[in-house]
């Protein structure tokens, strides 16, 4: 917002961009509203014995989900359609309208008492400003648009603004203008010019100010802004570009391995190191020992000159390598986001549904409560298991996965709580079991004591 503030945004552009926005939280959005909804009805039944006479009707609890969850499934896949076709475009959208608005120029605020420079090449002071906002006493423009320096100054006593859409007018009275020349009179002197006015305009190019839309395309190369096909793509892409790396780096070095190259040793050597031009030679002494004193500063200045070249040329296919591969852990992510996000909206109905059954509660108090904080639990793991994929310490497919993992066998154990029709979360429930396990100690103490 501070770099928002401040530069003229109109309430159809903030709108747009709240609008592009908000639309990225309806994955998040989502799987939070179906985990309250579920608690919520059947906790309403549960409290109302509707469940109660559901069951004595002969129909258990999960043939009684079914038809919700067959609704649930459909939004789920509705959630995947959004989160592959729509988040994209509105990502593209959003990224794109933000880069811009926080590029534009703040709005033109001249202040009086204080130098303004958020017109190029103008430095303003105004003395005075009336309460109409326009008219203005004291006035100073130096013009710096030669690059000159102060060598070109408007000073007047009084004058006006008169803004329009492109140009903002100084209508200045009762002035001078200043003007020094950049030739020699002789000795070092310059030249200056004073002119005086009883009335001028000096007219102020205000396009800079008006914000500009970059073209979107030079944002589609994000991770962000892809669906599911063009995640595919890249990963293909990116996996046969680190192949085509490792082949490559053979020939990196071949001017400057010779065991890199296909030329046999004998063969790449010098003349003068191969004794009656025998193919195959033993030495009982190092290489440097072996090449001639006159050769040897121009031997050792070329090794190193190579050893050099060969490792910046190593350090540079690594630099590559390494970013193909966090492309290719981010394009994975997302990748597994589009179908873990759809997936949760099924996952929280599990844990929901059955929950609402066994806690006998409707309304907006204790499954709020419940509710939120499942959300919460499941957000938590999701982000930890994101920055876990991030940061190569898992797979992406686990890291991505291991919410779902971890929160599906709790879905699992209270659908078969509330199969049981279990008190795990009745209060009285926990004093009867808390007395009964009182009395058991008790007898036990006595047991013992005997």
Known sequence: MDELIGKGLGIVMILQLLFYISSTLVPMALPLGILLASIMTFGNLG????????KSAGISLLRFMQPLLFLI?????????????????????????????????????????????????????VGEKDKDGFTIKN?????????????????????????????????????????????????????????????WDKVFDLSGFKLTRTDESLFKGAYQMMNISQLNHEIDSSKKYEKKLADNVSSYLSPYLTLATSISNTDSLPSFLEPNN???????????????????????????????????LISI?????????????????????????????????LIGAPLGSIIRKGGLGLPLIIAVSFFLIFHIISLTGEKLAKSNSMPPWMGMWMATAMLLPIAFF??????????????DWYITLGKKLNQLLSKKKLHGAS
Request: proline residues 3%; contains cysteine.
């Open 414 to 427: 209270l659908i078969n709580k509330a199969k049981k029709d279990a008190q795990i979360l009745n209060k």
């Open 317 to 349: 296919a690594a630099t590559d390598q390494s970013l193909q591969e966090d492309n290719v852990l981010k394009y994975k992510i997302e990748w597994h986001r589009k179908f873990t996000l759809s997936f949760a909206c099924v996952l929280l109905f």
């Open 139 to 199: 006035v100073m423009v130096y013009d710096h648009t030669k690059g000159a320096g102060n060598q070109n100054l408007v000073a007047a006593q009084s004058g006006k603004m008169i803004p329009s859409k492109r140009y903002l007018i100084f209508r200045l009275q009762d002035g001078w203008r200043y003007e020094e020349g950049s030739n020699n009179i002789g000795n070092g002197n310059h030249t200056q010019v004073r002119m005086h006015f009883k009335r």
């Open 73 to 125: 499934i459909g939004m789920a896949v509705f959630a995947f359609y959004f989160n592959n076709s729509i988040i994209p475009i509105a990502n593209l959208k959003a990224l794109s309208m933000l880069y811009d608005l926080r590029n534009s120029k703040p709005t033109l605020n001249i202040k009086p008492g204080s130098f303004n420079n958020d017109i190029d090449g103008f430095s303003i002071r």
């Open 47 to 54: 409290e109302h014995f509707e469940l109660i006479a559901i």
């Open 278 to 312: 025998s193919p195959t030679v033993s030495y009982n002494k190092s290489f440097i020992e072996i090449v001639p004193a006159d050769k040897k500063r121009v031997v050792l200045d070329l090794a190193a000159s190579h050893a050099r070249n060969a490792k910046g």
